[in-house]
């Protein structure tokens, strides 16, 4: 585990430093804050009804209540019960200083990252809604997805491993969900 743990820190750093230049300064920052893709959610929201008509409240429904218990779990189950120190935090007490942007807020604990289970899980989901009629809703949202769990760990806040449970608990819960709902819509 102590190995692990390791690398986990290495590639944080790797990451965190290496890349590290204003132009993706910026745009990590741009990418992390919700509201940013707020043009996003309104033309998948409007997809979606458009495409599910009747049903799409169901839809809707899920989807907030996906990512309410997403951020329930990740919160409450794991940050709560592991209490892994953000890379952020000086009670991570890393062995180098920890390059963190002014926009990424750095609270306590980090494990698992709620940016990357909440946009896994709305990604994967809205992929399985759309699998059948085009693949390029799951590529298109795993990279979407991807891209926010990286600006995490660029922005410093949270460690790979902290992005990757995160990407495993949204991911998990979106195939729950969609199985649930798939035959009332179908």
């Given at each position: 585990m102590e190995t692990i743990i390791q690398w986990d820190k290495d590639l944080f750093h790797f990451i965190n430093h290496n890349f590290?230049?204003?132009?993706?300064?910026?745009?990590?920052?741009?990418?992390?804050?919700?509201?940013?893709?707020?043009a996003l959610y309104t033309i998948v929201v409007g997809v979606i009804?458009?495409?599910?008509?009747?049903?799409?409240?169901?839809?809707?429904?899920?989807?907030?209540?996906?990512?309410?218990?997403?951020?329930?779990?990740?919160?409450?189950?794991?940050?709560?019960?592991?209490?892994?120190?953000?890379?952020?935090?000086?009670?991570?007490?890393?062995?180098f200083e920890v390059r963190q942007l002014p926009c990424a807020t750095c609270s306590e604990y980090g494990f698992v990252s709620s940016h990357a289970a909440n946009s896994f899980a709305i990604?994967?989901?809205?992929g399985l809604l759309f699998?059948?009629?085009?693949?390029?809703?799951?590529?298109?949202?795993?990279l979407w997805a991807f891209v926010i769990s990286i600006s995490r760990v660029y922005l410093g806040v949270h460690y790979p491993l902290d992005v990757l449970g995160g990407a495993i608990l949204g991911t998990s819960l979106a195939f729950l969900f969609y199985k649930i709902i798939r035959l009332k819509i179908e």
């Open positions: 590290a230049n204003e132009t993706l300064d910026a745009v990590m920052c741009f990418v992390s804050q919700r509201w940013s893709w707020l009804i458009y495409v599910f008509r009747k049903k799409s409240w169901i839809i809707l429904l899920s989807v907030g209540i996906l990512v309410a218990t997403t951020d329930l779990i990740s919160y409450r189950v794991f940050k709560k019960q592991v209490e892994r120190y953000r890379p952020c935090r000086k009670e991570a007490m890393l062995e990604a994967v989901f809205v699998y059948k009629k085009s693949k390029w809703w799951i590529a298109g949202g795993l």
